[in-house]
């Protein structure tokens, strides 16, 4: 059975920085591509960012470029996501997912395997 499984969100101050990791349970992270997503109150799930298995492919929603950064470390099978630079606007449940491939994908339906999601609150 396949898991994945977000920790390392919380509340922070607008400016502040997080990192959210992503360990998986039953799936190999390094024949993955994988990305992070988020759902914000009242809003549908959105993209956030992307990476390929080899990690030398990344991909960024505009609203988080220059701010967030995805990497993985395939040998702990985990992927994080360090964001700075909080803002209210980036106030969601964040989730990890794993592609349906090796390649760094943006669309929802190229990913099979999901996480519970992380709460992350940003207040200003």
């Known amino acids: 059975q396949v898991q994945l499984v977000e920790s390392g969100g919380g509340s922070v101050q607008a400016g502040g920085s997080l990192r959210l990791s992503c360990a998986s349970a039953?799936?190999?992270?390094?024949?993955?591509?994988m990305g992070w997503f988020r759902r914000a109150p009242g809003k549908e799930r959105e993209f956030v960012a992307a990476?390929?298995?080899?990690?030398?492919?990344?991909y960024y929603a505009d609203s988080v470029k220059g701010r967030f950064t995805i990497s993985r470390d395939n040998a702990k099978n985990t992927v994080y996501l360090q964001m700075n630079g909080l803002k209210p606007e980036d106030t969601a449940v964040y989730y990890c997912?794993?592609?349906?491939?090796?390649?760094?994908?943006?669309?929802?339906?190229?990913?099979?395997?999901w996480g519970q999601g992380t709460q992350v609150t940003v207040s200003s």
């Open positions: 039953g799936l190999t992270v390094s024949s993955y591509g």
């Open positions: 997912a794993a592609a349906r491939g090796t390649r760094a994908v943006t669309r929802n339906y190229d990913y099979d395997y």
């Open positions: 990476i390929s298995w080899t990690g030398l492919t990344t």
